[in-house]
């Protein structure tokens, strides 16, 4: 490097005297004041323009110290920010190149159907059907509608139906447990009990009571069997009445 | 060595200073004689250099504008303008260096790519000029681009600064180069 930055030849071939110079010089050394006054103008606003760079470019230092501070991650997000801005504005100029096309292509047509003849042109025609085209699609579309409507009217009332008979399913088994629970109670209670007791022994007597009877008759050695009316109340005494 | 930094010093009154670097001294020479001819109400100062950095001993005024030559029929020039680029602050590149590619003219000649150096001004985001130097009238227009480039730079010219410069050269290069 440093061989070659010996090579570096400074130049300043005719520093103010040079063809460069020429004007200033004359500037400098004019006798006419209107020359040195435009020179001084231009001398100011030249160094406004510096100044003005050099604010700008220590105010960019300045902005510079709190983004080293930034974490990177701020970083990337802001990346990620500023990168969803550029595709905003990107797909904001497709946007507006598309319609921008759109109407490009408007106006081409209207100037071209201008001059040419409405019945004849294929592009009328083409219009037409894809109206026609258009009015089917509408039509079909209107359809679809309605089916989906009904659809959806049948599918509520399905639903309305299902939640009834679960209610009603709901009824009949809260019905049911009712009618168990009657029934377990109704058995279980001292009364039920009491007289089943009673019929039991009621029950015991008139067996025995029957067998005292059928005793008898036999005993008397009547011929029960002639009698019909005697019959019947023989063979009655034969019941069991625990079968009853 | 420290790199080279713009705005480090105050610049002189009314004088504008510009730094061609490139391995072509004649050609270097020819466009520094060029642009002194051409008529400009600033005081220019012209400095060659054959690469960066520069020598830290001699005392030279602010430079405004460093204009990298590539001669597009060696290889040598572009490979020592990439390692000088090295050698420049990252502020350089707001608007205060440009490529220049000589030699496009004649394609048998050329030995590097076009589109070599067109990346090489697009990886440093600044303008690439084209320019035969070797014919003398599109060195003395390309010695009047360089003059006015040089003035804004140096902010002599008020309401534009190098900065604005960087976005309306920005106009003239190809648009699917942003893809690159």
Redesign the interface.
């Known amino acids: 490097?440093?061989t070659?930055?010996?090579?570096?030849?400074?130049?300043?071939?005719?520093?103010?005297g040079?063809?460069?110079?020429p004007?200033?010089v004359a500037g400098a050394q004019a006798a006419r004041p209107e020359d040195r006054m435009t020179l001084l103008l231009?001398?100011r606003?030249?160094t406004?323009?510096?100044l003005?760079?050099?604010k700008?470019?220590v105010d960019a230092n300045e902005e510079k110290t709190p983004e080293q501070i930034m974490q990177e991650k701020q970083i990337e997000a802001k990346i990620e920010e500023l990168e969803n801005e550029v595709e905003e504005a990107k797909t904001a100029f497709e946007m507006k190149k598309l319609a921008l096309d759109r109407m490009q292509l408007s106006t081409a047509l209207k100037k071209h159907l201008e001059k040419v003849d409405i019945k004849t042109s294929v592009l009328m025609d083409n219009m037409k059907q894809i109206l026609n085209l258009n009015k089917l699609i509408m039509k079909s579309q209107q359809e679809t509608w309605d089916l989906e409507e009904k659809l959806l009217d049948v599918r509520k009332k399905r639903l309305q139906l299902k939640q009834a008979s679960e209610r009603k399913l709901l009824e009949i088994q809260t019905e049911k447990n009712k009618q168990k629970d009657d029934l377990d109670s109704m058995e279980n209670s001292d009364k039920i009990k009491a007289i089943q007791q009673n019929l039991e022994t009621e029950i015991q007597i008139t067996t025995v009571i029957q067998h005292v009877f059928q005793n008898l008759i036999l005993g008397s050695k009547v011929n029960w069997a002639e009698d019909p009316a005697l019959k019947e109340t023989v063979l009655q005494l034969e019941k069991n009445l625990t079968m009853i | 060595?420290s790199a080279l930094r713009p705005?480090d010093k105050l610049?002189g009154?009314?004088t504008a200073t510009i730094l061609l670097v490139g391995t072509e001294?004649a050609l270097l020479?020819q466009l520094?004689?060029s642009?002194?001819?051409?008529d400009?109400?600033?005081?220019?100062?012209?400095?060659?250099?054959?690469?960066?950095?520069?020598?830290c001993s001699?005392n030279?005024p602010r430079i405004d504008l460093i204009v990298f030559v590539v001669n597009l029929h060696s290889k040598l020039s572009l490979q020592?303008v990439e390692e000088s680029l090295c050698h420049l602050d990252a502020?350089f590149f707001l608007g205060k260096v440009a490529f220049l590619a000589t030699g496009a003219g004649r394609d048998s000649h050329c030995s590097i790519h076009r589109n070599t150096v067109v990346k090489l001004a697009h990886t440093y985001r600044s303008p690439l000029l084209f320019c035969d130097l070797e014919i003398e009238d599109f060195r003395a227009a390309m010695a009047q681009r360089l003059v006015r480039l040089l003035q804004i730079c140096?902010?002599?010219?008020?309401?534009v600064?190098?900065l604005n410069l960087l976005s309306l050269m920005r106009g003239s290069e190809n648009p699917s180069l942003e893809d690159l």
């Open positions: 490097m440093e070659q930055s010996e090579e570096q030849a400074v130049t300043k071939p005719a520093d103010s040079g063809e460069g110079g004007p200033q231009r001398l606003a030249q406004k323009q510096q003005l760079e050099y700008s470019m | 060595m705005l610049p009154l009314n001294d020479q520094a004689d642009m002194l001819k051409a400009c109400t600033s005081e220019l100062k012209v400095h060659l250099a054959r690469s960066l950095p520069l020598p001699v030279r020592s502020a140096a902010g002599h010219v008020p309401g600064s190098a």
